[in-house]
């Protein structure tokens, strides 16, 4: 048996088996628009090393031609699963037009027999394709994770493997076949398997990272609401206030809650309370600086933490947010008005865990609510 075709048969387990994982991922976890497309790039890789091989055992030019706008395929798909992960904008228009041009020129080339040519436009548009996506890889707002990394390597190598495909090929443009295609044949042999292979790990590598994140965030945050739950704000905590010691800063902790919320469920459904919930915790959130914490501690009540903030700047900040609650209107129910009370606690030095400050809170939170409601109650005044 032609080595060719041993070679061709390991790229196409290869690709059924990353297929079946991505495919796995994507039925059981969030059907994401990036893990489907990649999914199915390695569908079309499979009719690729399909394709690849018959035509080498049947010297079919038609199956060459196959071949050769599978790979324009797959390797488009690539790129369009690491912007959707990303949340990029995909070029569809370019991409099309680009990839039907050079999907055209190569089927042309694979026709007429023309390896030189057909050598330099498909490699040579696949490893721009592959370079194009390492670099939609990196977000702006984090550094790499350790999967993200090792897929950014092996799409640099990627790319750099098509482009001296192209460059070997390139040697014999216009002539007959001579030492640019043996070139080319001894880098497809010793170079593609690993490259290919290692790609899919690193890609399922990052599939499977995102999946750990996402059940790490399901375990750490509230879904109705999108906030931290009370498992993620004792971590939260746990730093912030070790780290309020350490530099001596201080800390406040507000508890609060919408005033009158069991008779607004009680009177107008569920679906109003939930309505008002995540209007409540997207004021509280986006009141807070990045690096301050909001959680839902259940039903309708919330914590905050406020970095290196004293209790009176604490009061300060949710006496603006109490206003804004007043003026939040629900959308189907606009005659409902809404009101919050706060209760206001600073870190003391006698505190050793979290539920002593969230005691002091919540003091301060029941003497807002016997004073009359939609208020803010610092616990030092309070008491």
């Known amino acids: ?20 994982a991505m495919g796995v991922a994507w039925i059981h976890f969030g059907r994401r628009a990036h893990v489907r497309s990649w ?35 797959s390797g488009t798909l690539v790129l369009v699963g690491v912007r959707q992960r990303n949340g990029q904008i995909v070029p569809w228009p370019p991409l099309i037009v680009a990839g039907t041009m050079v999907a055209v020129a190569g089927t042309y080339a694979a026709l007429i027999g023309d390896r030189a040519l057909q050598g330099i436009i498909v490699p040579g548009y696949v490893g ?57 044949r001894a880098i497809m042999a010793l170079f593609l398997p690993s490259i290919y292979v290692a790609t899919g790990v690193a890609g399922v590598l990052v599939v499977a990272g995102d999946l750990a994140h996402q059940l790490r965030r399901q375990m750490r ?10 498992r993620g704000l004792e971590e939260a905590a746990h730093g912030a206030i070790a780290n309020a010691r350490r530099h001596g800063r201080p800390l406040a ?49 919330f914590g ?18 109490r206003a804004e609650v007043n003026c939040f209107t629900l959308s189907e129910t606009p005659q409902v008005q809404l009101n919050a009370s706060f209760g206001v606690a600073q870190l003391d030095a006698s505190d050793e865990t979290l539920e002593q400050l969230v005691g002091r809170a919540d003091s301060a939170l029941y003497a807002a609510k016997k004073d009359g409601k939609n208020r803010v109650a610092i616990w030092r005044v309070a008491a």
């Open 128 to 184: 721009c394709l592959m370079a194009w996506s390492a670099a939609s890889l990196r977000q702006r707002d984090r550094t790499f994770t350790a999967p993200e990394t090792a897929l950014f390597v092996m799409f640099c190598l990627f790319a750099l493997f098509q482009c001296s495909l192209a460059g070997s090929a390139a040697l014999d443009l216009g002539g007959a076949p001579g030492a640019g295609i043996a070139i080319y």
């Open 253 to 301: 902790l507000v508890v609060c809650d919408l005033d009158g919320f069991k008779a607004l469920n009680d009177n107008h459904g569920h679906v109003t309370g939930d309505m008002a919930l995540r209007g409540f915790a997207q004021l509280l959130m986006s009141a807070v600086r990045r690096g301050d914490i909001v959680a839902r501690l259940g039903g309708d009540e």
């Open 39 to 73: 999914a199915i790039s390695y569908v079309a890789s499979m009719l690729q090393w399909v394709a690849n091989a018959g035509g080498i055992f049947f010297d079919s030019r038609m199956l060459m031609a196959v071949a050769a706008l599978c790979i324009v395929v």
């Open 304 to 321: 905050l933490l406020l970095l290196e903030t004293d209790a009176l700047a604490a009061a300060e900040v949710m006496e603006r947010v």
């Open 221 to 230: 945050h509230d879904p109705l609401t999108g906030a931290l739950n009370r």
């Open 1 to 20: 048996m032609s080595p060719a075709i041993i070679i061709i048969a390991l790229l196409f387990f290869t690709s059924a088996i990353m297929f079946v």
